[in-house]
């Protein structure tokens, strides 16, 4: 899509890739960092934005989301660049550094339809989307607040959570190690989608294939 560059409020970028990413294995409470790949990843988000004037810049405070940041940082040195947790992705507990089995994403989608039901060793969605969908709202407002679009730099699950709170689709924002959405108004409404790396092997799939 061509960007709306007057629109957008708030640029959601995912980290860049790990190991676990290339494994296709579960993260959650596992803290690693970017690899080869992630950091050239990083290094192109940094390009993509340094012509782009932002108002702030927020981090998961996990290493691959923050050493993403701080390479975008590098780029944009007089913006605000604040960690916050309440931006770590959804902790899925014991399934941390599991492969994304079939079986492991019934799992998953199990847990997605009963929210209120945490993963052994970790959170509910509830619990997640209730630290997550706060901040994804004050994003916006700040943005309104300073003229300015706010960057989050986070996981693919905070990513899928905005598709799901401005679109009520919470796959159709899902973008690649490295890559953006973007949430913006349209028509009067709050709208998210990808803009940079779209995950485009996915759309069409059934929701449980690709449920995280």
């Known amino acids: ?7 957008i409020l708030v640029y959601l970028v995912r980290h860049g890739m ?5 494994s296709n294995c579960f993260k959650g409470p596992l803290d690693p960092d ?25 981090f998961s405070p996990k290493k691959r989301s923050r050493h993403t940041a701080m390479i975008i940082n590098k780029a944009k040195v007089n913006v605000p660049y604040h960690g916050n947790s309440n931006l770590h992705d ?8 599991k492969k994304k089995t079939p079986e492991n994403k019934q799992l998953v989608q199990s847990h997605a339809e009963n929210p209120d039901d ?12 209730g630290r997550v969908r706060p901040m994804l709202v004050d994003a916006v407002r700040w943005a309104l607040r300073s003229g300015k679009p706010t960057l989050l730099v986070v996981h693919s699950s905070v990513i899928r959570e905005a598709g799901d709170l401005f679109n009520r689709d919470r796959h159709s924002t899902k973008v690649l190690p490295g890559g953006v959405a973007a949430v913006y108004i349209e028509d009067g409404e709050l709208r998210a989608e990808p803009i940079f790396k779209p995950d485009s092997e996915n759309i069409g799939k059934p929701k ?3 449920i995280t």
């Open 18 to 22: 790990t190991e676990l990413n290339k």
């Open 208 to 210: 449980a294939e690709i």
């Open 90 to 97: 959804l902790d899925v507990g014991d399934l941390g550094g």
């Open 34 to 58: 970017l690899n080869g790949s992630g950091w050239r990843d990083a290094h192109a988000l940094s390009f993509y934005f340094e012509p782009l004037e932002l108002g702030s810049i927020f």
């Open 118 to 129: 945490p993963f052994p060793g970790g959170e509910s969605f509830n619990e997640f989307r």
């Open 1 to 7: 899509m061509a960007q709306k560059n007057n629109e």
